[in-house]
């Protein structure tokens, strides 16, 4: 066998180290090619998950007296947790008192899972700041402790969230039922429990649906986390109801208004307004959300103008 010259064996030598070389370089950008879209799909959502939208709905309401109209600053699963912190939920205050609302109206999931007593105290602190200059009611939702919290990393009862309302001045409506003046109008709000924590338990605090009588009676305004309870919920009497809990399904697919992850069972139900029996339902995508994470559908902070025409 005859050998290989030596000047041979050297290009030989410089040939496999630039293969290698250019191996090397294929690979790498093969694999950023691979990696790059689902990074910077992360990094966008992540962005967008901080993206607050201030929207505003228009709500005719035969029972509102003419000429009255009332704003009402609608927030929802707020979500306190590692992901999202009291600033976070100070600015969706911020930016919705510049609507000048009468009241504010808080649909469930102040938090995640199980806050630290200091982290607690932070959204308390929050909530105390806003409550000193409006009135502030709200309900409770599936993260804020209960039967389905203590099974999903939550407090195994709303003890904890319910007193840092409580010594947050945030009226809490539990199954319960309140007559309020809001820019001198009457107003009955209801809040009634979590539909998944098996406590929403619309026969304690509202009436069976009857004809509506000739004169006008105050508007009854519901507070339910959950829009799948509007089955639990058609029998009885309520005219507008504010729900949260979809965070307008998170991930929405670009063009459409679809959203695949949408923690309910009607899916043509997960943000806005509509309408049931002559009733309306307005769901908002809510201030916070799970691992910070969102696409194509950003946090939101409702204004509502409750109007007679």
């Known amino acids: 066998m005859s050998e290989v010259p030596d000047y041979q064996k050297a290009q030989i030598k410089r040939q496999s180290r630039s293969s290698h070389k250019h191996s090397r370089r294929a690979w790498f950008s093969k694999t950023l090619a691979l990696l790059a879209p689902p990074a910077l799909a992360a990094g966008y959502s992540r962005y967008e998950s901080n993206w607050l939208e201030v929207t505003q709905t228009s709500l005719a309401l035969s029972d509102l007296p003419e000429g009255r ?37 808080i649909t469930g999931d102040f938090i995640t899972d199980q806050p630290s007593a200091e982290k607690l ?11 000193a200059k409006l009135p502030i009611f709200a309900c409770l939702g599936n993260h804020d402790g209960g039967s389905w919290a203590a099974n999903n990393g939550g407090f195994p009862t709303s003890e904890k969230v319910s007193l840092m309302l409580r010594e947050s001045r945030v009226r809490l409506l539990h199954n319960q039922r309140v007559s309020v003046m809001l820019n001198r109008t009457p107003i009955t709000l209801i809040g009634v429990g979590d539909l998944w924590s098996r406590e929403c338990l619309p026969m304690k605090c509202l009436s069976k649906k009857v004809q509506k009588q000739a004169s006008p009676s105050p508007l009854n305004l519901v507070l ?49 307004l509509h309408a049931l029996d002559g009733r309306s339902i307005y769901i908002t995508r809510g201030v916070g959300s799970l691992y910070g994470l969102r696409i194509n559908c950003r946090p939101e902070a409702s204004l509502l103008e409750l109007t007679n025409s």
Not at 73 to 102: R, T, W, Y
Request: aromatic share 6%; charged share 20%; with cysteine.
């Open 69 to 105: 109209k009332i704003k009402i600053l609608h927030l929802s699963d707020l979500h306190l947790s590692q992901a999202v912190s009291a600033e976070d939920i100070d600015q969706a205050f911020q930016e919705g008192l510049k609507g000048s609302p009468h009241a504010c109206m």
């Open 121 to 131: 105290q932070s959204l308390g602190n929050c909530l105390a700041k806003y409550s």
């Open 224 to 272: 339910c986390h959950n829009p799948d309870a509007k089955e639990i919920l058609r029998p009885f009497d309520w005219d507008v109801m504010l729900c949260g809990h979809t965070h307008g399904g998170q991930l929405r697919i670009p063009f459409t208004n679809y959203a695949p992850l949408a923690p309910v069972k009607d899916l043509t139900m997960t943000e806005g």
